[in-house]
């Protein structure tokens, strides 16, 4: 047993905050808010310089070829500086679902960009008054002769203005998973795009596809395979969440804890207060188990071992953490917090659109629990 | 990085548990709400006699010291392994009273108490807790005087575990009314069969005991002080912070689970099964979370080099295996349904009524050993750096 990073870690963690404390300051999050593309160019290109998008691609299609203890390093960063990146969408989703289902052709085609940053991917997954799961996936994709015509609505598309390609998850066929993966140009003729307003400011868009038509050749993987492709990169892709809903709670008490120290009622500073300080030392302990579980589903990953449900527990775990943290660090603040000049609403409300936004947390416990009991029977 | 065990630590685990198993009489395995407990029966102390008889005691003793000068990590498997079975710890002589002797005892006691320790001869109660010092230890007082060569102690401890048992009391009395209070106490080594000692039984609502202990004119002479008079405070602070993870080990919680676990996939309610639910997936879902948590907290105490980060960690541990453990007793009857409150001693008691039980046994996970809010003080302070 050994729960230390290698040096080479250690410096990763170290460039990577000091990069982000030069260049994602609290200005450039604030200005985010609204923005039409949702990331500033020059913090995307610091990122794409360090490696960042291309972390976990592997080295022949131009990627650095490191593990998911790599990127649970840079997504706590990332979540500590609430930097606005479609990196997560990008690198984790999109070039997760390409090097896992992608033809030769197409990863050849799409992984060296994105890891370069030169291009961005999204995915439509998600749809208006459905749910989470499979059965949400409703989008119907029309069988023409050697293809798809899709018509129909996905919503809350990441960074869709800004996107150059888009993989939408589609319904091929009536059973549950008759799910495809389609890859679509956003600024293809019968797409409409609409601007969500978030309770971040983030960019996210409905997309609306009026007779869309995309060849076969466009399709990810095998038919009818979609879902069990997008089940799987997504749940991997929870200890990247995890991770940055972890650095996120961190940033987060760090401000909190700073202004407790300082901020004195009663002739006292309000970090003398139990009541402040328990709840800070709870969010702690949370924080501490979250951070142990998301490197264990990271470490599981990189030596092939099951992971998959230890990255669904390690997200879950997160959001727990993440939000009792902002939660904690938004009330030391008192009324000044509920004010828009101050950081600590940065965090309160991202951590819990983030916590809201991959999966719902009773859906997930149920998925852990049926593996668990299954294995027992 | 990597979160697993080596094979021989693998294979250490795995011998120490059919040794374990095939040592114990029936009846030394206590059932797995608790927290371990002490020799307390013949047959306890017997087996606690076999397993040094098995080399299993002072794993990361020194050598010199009669110890196998082993990796803290094994101590911490064999840990898990007992009370994984429910069977008494190790910790308390070998781990905070030995190590404490290791570092501070002169070569005397040394000497004298290293061996017999090693051998499981003797057994140990701890005297700090008083009726008027419990979270605020260094206020106890308990006094000793100077009388000759020696100290006289009179006054009151309270909650002295194994006293009614014990060959040995290791106690901290105080010597220096004059000096702040937390530099004025001793530590001493007192015969339990003194005839100044009175031992009452306190009777815990776990079915346990404890103990209240008058001590009347109990003399000690110097040679059973141990270290320097007045840093006692400072040795048991030490002590703790190397051998927390003996305090609470995940054995009992990891065996409830799984229980529990295994009641969910078989029980029936209306004559359907209970795993069919929903709400019971869910719960299988957070109860093998919390566990997997609980289990990587005690890693990280285990893991810490630095004490100070070790005292942190632990606390942190001590609140997140305390806290799962009432959550998932308060979870797991309200799963159950009627019958949840039949006792152990029930034999219709869904799970063996081991939830009824657990739901009490929690009480002192969350108080003993430091409460939770003592904690979260040590975490706020030393981990946060907040002035509370
Ligand atoms: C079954 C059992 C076995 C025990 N075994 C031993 C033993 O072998 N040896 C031994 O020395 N002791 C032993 N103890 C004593 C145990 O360590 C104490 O009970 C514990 O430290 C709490 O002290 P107390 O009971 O005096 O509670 P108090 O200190 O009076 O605390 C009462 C409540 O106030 C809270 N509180 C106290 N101070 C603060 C603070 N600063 N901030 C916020 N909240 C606070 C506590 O958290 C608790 O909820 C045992 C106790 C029990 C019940």
Redesign the interface.
Known sequence: ??????EEQKQLTQSLRRMLGDKCGADVVRRMEGDEKGYPDDLWREVAEMGLPGLTISEQYGGLGLGA?EQVIAFEELGRALAPVPLFVSSVLAAGLLERAGSEAQKGEWLPAIASGEAVLSIAWLEPGNSFSEKGVQMSAGATGDGYRLNGKKFMVQFAAAADRLIVLVRSGPNPTDIDLVMVDPKAKGITLKRHKTMVGDAQFEVAFDNVEVPAADRLGAAGEGWAHWHHVLRTGMIALAAWGIGCGEGA?TLG?DY??EREQFG??I????A???P???A??LL???R??T??AA??KDTGRPHTR?AT?AW??ACDASRTATKVSQNAFGGIGFTRDIDIQLYFRRARQHELSWGNP?A???????E??SE?? | ??????EE?HAFRKKAGEYIAKIAKPGVAYKPTFNSGYADTPDRKQFMKDLAKGGYLGLSWPEEYGGKGMDP?YDYLLTEELAYQGMPGSGKGVGIIGKTLLRRGSKEQQERFLPQILNAEIDWAIGYSEPDAGSDLGSLKLKAVRDGDGWRLNGQKRFSSSAHFAEWYFLMARTHPDRPKHKGITLFMVEMDHPGIQVNPMWTIDGHRTNEVFLDDVWVPDSQVVGEPGQAFYYVAEALDFERHVLFPLGPIQRLSEIF??W??TATIDGEPV?DR?E??????????GL???R??G??V??ADDPKVATI?SS?NK??MSEFGRALADEALEMMGPGAWLSDSDPDAPAGGLYARAQIAVVIWIIGAGSN?I???I???R??????
């Open positions: 047993m050994d729960l230390d990073f290698t203890l008490m804890t407790a120290k006292v500073p970090g003398s207060f139990q402040i300080a328990h800070f030392a709870d702690a302990t501490a188990g979250a142990m579980i490197l264990e470490w599981a230890l527990m879950l775990e009773d997930l416990n149920e998925e852990v629990g049926t668990v009991l027992l029977a | 990085m990597d979160f697993d065990f080596s630590e990590v676990l295994e969910l996939n795993r929903p019971a997936k869910r719960l299988a879902g957070k109860i093998a979370r997997e948590v609980c990587l907290q890693l990280s285990l893991a960690r942190m609140i997140a809010e904690q979260r003080n975490i706020a302070r981990g946060l750096g907040l002035p509370v």
